[in-house]
């Protein structure tokens, strides 16, 4: 399905757009953007406003016929006439029954249409954003506009929408047919109008405000929520739950407030409207009367008349009561809109370059700088220049935060460089498409993202649609199968959210079995066997060895006992390469590396 382009911004999070949200605040623009997908399925839309024009026109048809009824009396000679009435008006309330069903299936039905789509929309644009953007969202935040603010949108598009378009619809039609049937209680009824409108327009922005109000600071309760639940272990582990529930209520606090606010405006706005609809309605009924006394008008046009009013007022009073949902729809759409302006960092460029048909592993890093954005300028890589020949297993130590990890998220094009550049194979990252990159190099992080699924469909994770033998191989090299044949249903075992039920060093070989079935010439290996135990860190070494032949691979490792078989090792430290050699020649040097391997073995021999 075609998604609707929206108008994008640069990515920079969603605080940093608050002209755009106080703009959402005090006015319903922001469901504009929502038309494109309604658009999509005009033919339902056609079909339920068939439905919605049949119904209102029933609904029209009764004063006609009880006027006349009145008008021509209830003697024992129109006994006949009265009959046929009646039956016509239970073939009347048969059609509006129908219409009704079938206008209600419509729009309710295209409303879970919409927000599907529309889900479906902002999480597609969420899988494009680049890691900068996450950098500084709360994912309990994000989660919130995708669910919460979605099923806001849901519920106007659906029951409300559906009860403000019979209501439009029905007072256009009781409108009209007041004027055909007195011309000069409809001019009473016009002068009337502007002292309903105003207030409802007063009242609805105020509505809009506080109903965005009330969905941020929902927003921030189930963000913190999320974070809380997502480490329970920790906080449990450190007693701190009672001091989290104090958080947490006083979040919910916040936004019982707001809520209630938003409630308060509207139940103002409502019981504002109802009354001066009904009000209305009343003194025309009193000049109505006064015409029918003069002899000015019959019985049964003034019963007409009013019968048409009291449709005209009740669909505004109906109107009032909707708005308030509506409202928050539209704070709802500009929350969502604040995520689909974000336009990501990392992109395919207008005319990518083509990588080499077959693929070489050979990398080159040419005078690389680069700082996260949160750092300001606080460089992580100074300079930095190395090439890793295809086929090369070249090794990188340093201390924590010496800048190893972002040689890899820059390899991988997660963001862009301040000053240098980057080459695989010959064609420069930067100028290619970030998925073309992607696609031929294996990771195996530091921190493994295990999935809500199987193991068969998280080992897939390295190559969809890789064949179950694929997998199972891959799981085999890795020592996956280890501890797969000990589970109920082998490979088939679900695994429970982040994977919780596993030990780390499991987590672990199911990403080493990720990046042996993706079958890259480029391997990436974040402290790959850090939460192994000795016997299987050696096993895992084993298939690691196997998997890496002929494959260009970079290795990060704070242990160096990983290490002492690569081609090349390339020392950081602040961010700068300080030394370059085999593991016997930096020992020689006497430098930084000698310093780390004497810490961890000891006396080192040459």
């Given at each position: 399905?075609?998604?609707a382009?929206?108008?994008?911004?640069?990515?920079?999070?969603l605080?940093?757009?608050?002209?755009?949200?106080r703009?959402?605040?005090r006015s319903?623009?922001?469901?504009?953007?929502?038309v494109p997908?309604v658009?999509?399925?005009r033919?339902r839309?056609?079909?339920a406003?068939a439905?919605?024009v049949?119904a209102?026109?029933a609904?029209?048809a009764?004063?006609?016929?009880?006027?006349r009824?009145i008008?021509?009396?209830?003697?024992?000679?129109?006994a006949?006439?009265?009959?046929q009435?009646?039956?016509m008006m239970l073939?009347?309330?048969?059609?509006l029954?129908?219409s009704?069903a079938?206008?209600?299936?419509?729009?309710?039905?295209l409303g879970?249409?919409?927000?599907?789509?529309?889900r479906?929309?902002v999480?597609?644009?969420?899988?494009?954003?680049s890691p900068?953007?996450?950098?500084?969202?709360?994912?309990?935040?994000?989660g919130?506009?995708?669910?919460a603010?979605?099923?806001?949108?849901k519920?106007?598009f659906g029951?409300?929408a559906?009860?403000a378009?019979?209501n439009i619809?029905l007072f256009?039609?009781?409108?009209?047919?007041?004027v055909?049937?007195?011309?000069?209680l409809s001019?009473?009824v016009?002068?009337?109008?502007?002292?309903?409108?105003?207030?409802?327009?007063?009242?609805?922005?105020?509505?809009?405000?506080?109903?965005?109000?009330a969905?941020d600071?929902?927003?921030?309760?189930s963000?913190?929520?999320?974070e809380?639940?997502?480490?329970?272990?920790?906080l449990?582990?450190f007693t701190?739950?009672d001091e989290?529930r104090?958080r947490f209520?006083?979040?919910v606090?916040?936004?019982?407030?707001?809520?209630r606010a938003s409630?308060?405006?509207?139940?103002?706005?409502t019981a504002?409207?109802?009354?001066?609809?009904f009000?209305?309605?009343v003194?025309i009924?009193?000049?109505g009367a006064?015409?029918?006394?003069?002899?000015?008008m019959?019985a049964g046009?003034?019963?007409?008349?009013v019968?048409?009013?009291?449709f005209?007022?009740?669909?505004?009073?109906?109107?009032s009561?909707?708005?308030g949902?509506?409202a928050?729809?539209a704070?709802a759409?500009g929350r969502?809109?604040?995520?689909?302006?974000?336009?990501?960092?990392i992109?395919?460029?207008?005319?990518p370059?083509?990588?080499?048909?077959?693929?070489?592993g050979e990398i080159?890093?040419?005078?690389?700088?680069?700082?996260?954005?949160?750092?300001g300028?606080?460089?992580?890589?100074?300079?930095?220049?190395f090439?890793?020949?295809p086929?090369?297993?070249?090794?990188?130590v340093g201390p924590?935060?010496a800048?190893?990890s972002?040689i890899?998220h820059?390899?991988?094009r997660?963001?862009?460089?301040?000053?240098?550049?980057?080459?695989?194979?010959?064609?420069?990252?930067?100028?290619?498409?970030?998925?073309?990159?992607?696609?031929?190099?294996?990771?195996?992080?530091?921190d493994v993202?295990?999935?809500?699924?199987?193991?068969?469909?998280?080992?897939?994770l390295?190559?969809?649609?890789?064949?179950?033998?694929e997998?199972?191989?891959?799981g085999?090299?890795?020592?996956v199968?280890?501890?797969?044949?000990?589970?109920?249903?082998?490979?088939?075992?679900?695994l429970?959210?982040?994977g919780?039920?596993l030990?780390?060093?499991?987590?672990?070989?199911?990403a080493?079995?990720?990046?042996?079935?993706r079958?890259a010439k480029?391997?990436l290996?974040?402290?790959a066997?850090?939460s192994?135990?000795?016997?299987s860190?050696?096993?895992?070494?084993e298939?690691?060895?196997?998997s890496?032949?002929?494959?260009?691979s970079?290795?990060?490792?704070?242990r160096?006992?990983?290490?002492?078989g690569?081609?090349?090792i390339?020392?950081?430290d602040?961010g700068?390469?300080?030394?370059?050699?085999t593991?016997?020649?930096?020992v020689s040097a006497?430098?930084?590396?000698?310093?780390?391997a004497?810490?961890?073995f000891?006396a080192?021999?040459?």
């Amino acid at each position: 399905m075609t998604q609707a382009e929206p108008v994008k911004a640069p990515e920079r999070g969603l605080e940093a757009a608050p002209a755009t949200g106080r703009a959402d605040r005090r006015s319903l623009k922001p469901l504009i953007a929502l038309v494109p997908y309604v658009l999509r399925y005009r033919g339902r839309i056609a079909a339920a406003i068939a439905a919605l024009v049949v119904a209102a026109l029933a609904t029209l048809a009764v004063p006609l016929a009880v006027r006349r009824m009145i008008d021509f009396g209830f003697g024992a000679e129109n006994a006949q006439f009265i009959d046929q009435y009646f039956a016509m008006m239970l073939v009347v309330a048969a059609v509006l029954a129908g219409s009704s069903a079938l206008r209600y299936y419509l729009v309710i039905t295209l409303g879970e249409r919409v927000v599907a789509d529309l889900r479906d929309a902002v999480f597609a644009h969420l899988l494009k954003l680049s890691p900068r953007f996450f950098d500084s969202q709360r994912v309990g935040e994000i989660g919130s506009r995708l669910t919460a603010d979605t099923t806001q949108i849901k519920s106007a598009f659906g029951a409300s929408a559906s009860i403000a378009l019979r209501n439009i619809v029905l007072f256009i039609g009781a409108a009209i047919m007041m004027v055909i049937t007195s011309p000069w209680l409809s001019g009473l009824v016009l002068g009337v109008i502007p002292a309903i409108v105003l207030p409802l327009v007063a009242f609805g922005r105020s509505v809009t405000r506080r109903s965005r109000d009330a969905q941020d600071t929902l927003a921030d309760a189930s963000a913190f929520a999320v974070e809380a639940i997502s480490s329970v272990r920790t906080l449990q582990a450190f007693t701190a739950e009672d001091e989290t529930r104090s958080r947490f209520f006083a979040s919910v606090e916040r936004a019982f407030e707001a809520a209630r606010a938003s409630t308060k405006a509207r139940a103002w706005l409502t019981a504002a409207i109802i009354f001066l609809v009904f009000a209305s309605v009343v003194g025309i009924l009193w000049v109505g009367a006064q015409g029918v006394l003069s002899g000015d008008m019959t019985a049964g046009t003034l019963g007409q008349f009013v019968l048409y009013a009291v449709f005209a007022a009740g669909a505004l009073s109906e109107l009032s009561q909707v708005w308030g949902e509506i409202a928050q729809a539209a704070g709802a759409a500009g929350r969502i809109a604040e995520i689909l302006k974000v336009e990501p960092d990392i992109r395919a460029p207008a005319r990518p370059a083509t990588l080499p048909e077959r693929a070489r592993g050979e990398i080159r890093f040419e005078r690389v700088s680069f700082a996260y954005p949160r750092n300001g300028d606080g460089r992580v890589l100074e300079n930095i220049t190395f090439n890793v020949a295809p086929g090369e297993r070249v090794a990188i130590v340093g201390p924590s935060g010496a800048g190893k990890s972002t040689i890899f998220h820059l390899l991988l094009r997660y963001y862009d460089l301040h000053a240098g550049r980057i080459l695989l194979d010959g064609v420069d990252v930067a100028s290619a498409d970030p998925r073309a990159v992607r696609e031929r190099i294996a990771l195996v992080p530091q921190d493994v993202a295990i999935f809500a699924a199987s193991v068969r469909d998280n080992i897939r994770l390295g190559r969809i649609g890789a064949s179950d033998a694929e997998i199972e191989r891959a799981g085999e090299l890795a020592l996956v199968d280890e501890f797969v044949r000990r589970l109920q249903q082998g490979y088939d075992t679900p695994l429970g959210e982040r994977g919780v039920t596993l030990s780390g060093g499991q987590r672990q070989r199911i990403a080493i079995a990720r990046a042996i079935l993706r079958d890259a010439k480029v391997m990436l290996l974040d402290e790959a066997t850090s939460s192994l135990d000795a016997e299987s860190e050696m096993l895992v070494q084993e298939a690691l060895e196997h998997s890496m032949e002929g494959r260009t691979s970079i290795v990060i490792a704070h242990r160096l006992a990983t290490v002492l078989g690569a081609d090349r090792i390339v020392v950081l430290d602040r961010g700068r390469i300080v030394e370059e050699g085999t593991h016997a020649s930096l020992v020689s040097a006497g430098g930084l590396y000698a310093r780390l391997a004497e810490l961890q073995f000891g006396a080192v021999a040459v």
